[in-house]
């Protein structure tokens, strides 16, 4: 029997830790708002099928998540709480884990400042209704570990190593726990498709399993988002929250989906996109990069720390002062009436300067940073913006509000963390030399 190590005791120990530590907040965590509904739906139709048939007709296609909050909510309180406490730790840890180098060497400090991290810069709203609420946290949380169990043999492949029987089992249950969730099923299915196309790109094998695994988990995804219940939700909430949804067209919803996206991000993750432009835009300077590259990486660190600074100013002055032309003008997306969707002068200026800025970071963290872990970083990255795109594209955006952005928020941190790891070694490199 193999020895555990240190380092091993330490992570197992942090993780412990970890554990305790969202028990604790997990505390309070009771029934409410549609745990409550999904409870009584269950008592009335006695059983797991016949819930599962009318969730499936009024609600939506989630049964696989769903179905197993209503499973535990018929155990005590405690159990739900536990298990909640161990998918959070469990969502830190291999988030970690797809930052850290070979070597794992920063493994323990960067999960105690991802707990850190995400207890302060997540929001209060957001914490509240996308982690300790569970009708949203068998989703967004348990969704985004499902997420990190699935792609995860595509990522080994993808650098060369070998998979065990237990990576590929845990990767089927993730796939098809996440395959119920419409943010979390396309991240797994693009990020597991790319990785897969740059390894067959080296002339690598793929394993059959994994064209398996990914069509398995596009028809799990197709068949829960055109259940009968969804249809029907998205008309009830049309009919609430935009009336006038089915007479916008398809480039309508997508110009909303756009900027509804690009005004999230600046006034919910500048918080962590100035951090992560910042640190970006100082490997690309330290290398030897031609200074065309070096100038075009100061675009996205400028624009985001100003982002971040103008939204500390609007916190703080609360007076509706009248905005300065340059900020009127760089940084102010258009709010959409529920009636019309008609993009002013500015809107439109903020939307290329925001895409731009978003999309030059991308190419810098998966070119110029890192090119080989930049690949999986920048898919992570290009995937914070997606996630939130899609629900964009819904009347129910409305009724979602900030939880819409827990996942990408994460994605964000991971990309932070790994910067800082990428920073360090080089800083290393540069005393070594």
Known sequence: MKKIDRGQWRTLLCCVGMGLGFFILNWPLVDRYDDLVFRSMYEQQNGLLGWAKQYAEI????????????????????????VNSVFLSLMI??????????????????MIAAFLLFLFVFTQDMLIYAVFWKAATVLYVWGLVGVFFGIWPFYQTYLGRKNRIVDYVLACIGLIYCSNFEQAAPIAIAVAAVLTLFTLGRKNKVPLIHY?????????????????GNAERTLSEALLYMPYYDSFSFGDKLLFSINYT??????QWAILLAPISVIAGIVVWKRKNAWSVKLVALFPALYYCVV?????????YTDPIEP??????????????????ELMPEGVISMVIGLTAFIILFFLIWLEVS????????????ASFCDIAILG???????????VGFIAGFLFLMVLLWLVGVALEQLQEDRAG
């Not at 032309?325 to 959409?336: A, D, G, Q």
């Open 212 to 228: 398996a695994m990914i069509s398995g988990t596009i028809v799990l995804l197709l068949i829960s988002v055109t259940a009968k």
């Open 59 to 82: 609600w939506s296609g989630r049964v696989i998540t769903h179905g197993t909050m209503v499973l535990l909510q018929r155990l005590p309180n405690v159990c739900f709480q536990i």
């Open 93 to 110: 840890f291999f988030g970690i884990r797809y930052t850290e180098d070979a070597k794992g060497k920063y493994r323990n400090a960067f």
């Open 324 to 341: 300065q032309k340059f900020e009127k003008y760089l940084f102010t997306f258009t709010e959409f009436t529920y009636e019309r969707f």
């Open 308 to 316: 971040y600074l103008i939204g500390k100013q609007s916190k703080i």
């Open 393 to 403: 594209m819904s009347p129910s955006i409305y009724a979602s509000g900030t939880r």
């Open 262 to 267: 690009l005004r999230f991000l600046q006034e």
């Open 371 to 382: 090119p080989k872990k930049g690949l999986l970083m920048g898919l992570f990255f290009l």
